[in-house]
Every structure is written in structure tokens, then in C-alpha cells.
């Protein structure tokens, strides 16, 4: 059971846009900055958003994040196949004293 | 750049120790803290905890009495242990970077992010 709630799955058609939610706590999310991370198959997750919003070099603005209370939220545009993969969400949970992750969502690109 | 290698054993049984090092290769070793990550099989990420060049070390609730971190700053590497394990702990082990800081002069916000991982070390427990 993960601190933070994601839903399991999303799924749009090439060239849409989806978002992927992540719901935590006033511990977590309310109080702390939150980190979005992409894993493609096999492979080690990559950091796509920092700050609640920021983008690292050389991540493409059609990724997006945004925060509200307890609550944040990843914006994908332009979907392309490429983006298959899994999202995660995390932050710094105040009262665990612990790094915290979403359960993760995996995007289907239709 | 910074890079991380990581090496262990990926067979183990159970009630053995899992031991695993990871190297880090560019940056400044003493600038960060550092974090192991596990995935188990098709499921999420779980932060098993973290690092710093002083040996300061915070872990995970619910594995502290099985997880011992360590760090050799000689050789810009840092370990991790976790005794007594069992098929629960089947895993793919990551280490990685944290980056981690308050911003803020009025409203003080902390932040706590993973930039660098490593390729991942597969973990198996069994008899």
C-alpha cells in the first residue's frame, strides 16, 4: 500500500493529452515539493518534474506538472508512442521522515 | 555527469544477508546523499532509504531493523544490507542520487528528488 494514490492506468490516442493524478497527505504532498519519474520497460525511472513543475534539461514541455492542496498533477500533450511507460509520483513525507512514493500508473497510448 | 555502478549478489537464500555497493563516478561524492530504491516484481517503487558522505544515515520505517547503510568516501561508494531476508524482499535493488533542500524565505518548502539512478541490481530470494 503506497503513501501516495495514483490510478493504476490511463490511456489516450496518439497526439491527445492525459493526465495522471496523485493524491497524498498534508505530511507529504501538502507541505513538500513533488517529483514526477518516467520508467520505460526495463529500464531505471528517469526524472521528468521536480519543484511540482519544473523540468530537468532536455525534458520536452509536453510534460507538465502542477499541484494543488493535497494533490498533484502530471500532464502529458502530443502523446506519442514513445511514452508508454510507467509514471511515478514522490515527495518527502514530514512525519514518516521517509522518501514516499505513488504506486505508479501506466499509460497506454492507444 | 554523474554515474552510478552498482554490483551484488542477486541470488539469495532465504534468511541470508543481501549485500549490495554501488560507485559513483563524476560530481562531487560529498556534495549529495544517496538512496537505494527497490521495485518489486511488476509493483512500485519503495524507498528503502538514504546517505550522506558523514554517514548520516535515514531509512524506511518499515525495514530500519533489517537495513544498514554504509559509506566509503575513499573510494566514492556507498552499501547497503539487509539481513534476514525472505521472498518479500525479491526485488530489483537501485542506488541513486537525492537531491534535497529547503527553498523559501517566508514559506519554507522542503524538497526531495531522485536525478540520478542506477541501472538496477535483480535481487532474488530463494530456497
Known amino acids: 500500500q503506497s503513501v501516495l494514490t495514483q490510478p493504476p492506468s490511463v490511456s489516450a490516442a496518439p497526439g491527445q493529452k492525459v493526465t495522471i493524478s496523485c493524491s497524498g497527505s498534508s505530511s507529504n504532498i501538502g507541505i513538500n515539493y513533488v517529483s514526477w519519474y518516467q520508467q520505460l520497460p526495463g529500464t531505471a525511472p528517469k526524472l521528468l518534474i521536480y519543484y511540482d513543475s519544473e523540468r530537468p534539461s532536455g525534458i520536452p514541455d509536453r510534460f507538465s506538472g502542477s499541484k494543488s492542496g493535497t494533490s498533484a498533477t502530471l500532464g502529458i500533450t502530443g502523446l506519442q508512442t514513445g511514452d508508454e511507460a510507467d509514471y511515478y509520483c514522490g515527495t518527502w513525507d514530514s512525519s514518516l521522515i521517509a522518501g514516499v512514493f505513488g504506486g505508479g500508473t501506466k499509460l497506454t497510448v492507444l | 555527469q554523474v554515474q552510478l555502478q552498482q554490483w551484488g549478489a542477486g541470488l539469495l537464500k532465504p534468511s541470508e544477508t543481501l549485500s549490495l555497493t554501488c560507485a559513483v563516478y563524476?560530481?562531487?561524492?560529498?556534495?549529495?546523499?544517496w538512496s537505494w530504491i527497490r521495485q518489486p516484481p511488476g509493483k512500485g517503487l519503495e524507498w528503502i532509504g538514504e546517505?550522506?558522505?558523514?554517514?548520516?544515515?535515514k531509512y524506511n520505517p518499515s525495514l530500519k531493523s533489517r537495513v544498514t547503510m554504509s559509506v566509503d568516501t575513499s573510494k566514492n561508494q556507498f552499501s547497503l544490507r539487509l539481513t534476514s531476508v525472505t521472498a518479500a524482499d525479491t526485488a530489483v535493488y537501485y542506488c541513486a542520487r537525492v537531491i534535497w533542500g529547503i527553498r523559501g524565505l517566508i514559506v519554507r518548502v522542503k524538497y526531495y528528488y531522485i536525478d540520478v539512478w542506477g541501472k538496477g541490481t535483480t535481487v532474488t530470494v530463494s530456497s
Open positions: 546517505i550522506n558522505h558523514s554517514g548520516i544515515t
Open positions: 563524476g560530481g562531487s561524492f560529498s556534495d549529495s546523499s
